[in-house]
């Protein structure tokens, strides 16, 4: 088996819409519908969270952050200039042994992480 789709629910799709556009697009997902992308293998969906529902937090239970694998510096640099271009904050890549990974937040604070494997 392999993973099918991803649901984000979101505190305001007027803000993140812009974010997931520019962070989606970047690595290779085309945008399907108003808020869905789809990059050939897996879908990720932006829906509205419930009014009053409690924010994300980072060590709470449920999910801690995505994690995408860059096929090379390129695509890397890539992301990170797309991010940048469109106007979003750039983290300062880190370096973890032979990995170089960029963790984003989104509006929301979830974290996205960019890696690549060397």
Same mark, same amino acid.
């Given at each position: 088996?392999?993973l099918?789709?991803?649901v984000?629910?979101?505190r305001?799709?007027?803000?993140?819409l812009?974010?997931y556009?520019a962070?989606l697009?970047?690595?290779?997902?085309?945008?399907?519908r108003?808020h869905?992308?789809?990059n050939?293998? &897996?879908?990720?969906?932006?829906?509205? =969270?419930?009014h009053?529902? /409690?924010?994300? +937090?980072r060590?709470a239970p449920? #999910?801690?952050?995505?994690?995408?694998t860059a096929?090379?510096r390129?695509?890397f640099d890539g &992301?990170?200039?797309?991010?940048s271009? =469109?106007g979003?904050?750039v /983290?300062?890549? +880190?370096?973890?042994?032979?990995? #170089?990974?960029?963790?984003f937040?989104?509006?929301e604070?979830?974290?996205?992480?960019?890696?690549?494997y060397?």
């Amino acid at each position: 088996m392999q993973l099918d789709h991803l649901v984000i629910l979101v505190r305001s799709l007027e803000r993140s819409l812009p974010w997931y556009g520019a962070m989606l697009g970047a690595m290779g997902f085309d945008k399907t519908r108003d808020h869905v992308w789809w990059n050939g293998t &897996v879908a990720i969906d932006l829906k509205q =969270a419930d009014h009053g529902t /409690p924010d994300y +937090q980072r060590r709470a239970p449920g #999910l801690n952050h995505l994690g995408f694998t860059a096929p090379d510096r390129a695509a890397f640099d890539g &992301v990170r200039a797309a991010m940048s271009d =469109a106007g979003f904050d750039v /983290p300062q890549a +880190q370096q973890f042994g032979k990995e #170089l990974a960029t963790f984003f937040k989104d509006p929301e604070g979830m974290r996205i992480e960019v890696t690549l494997y060397s």
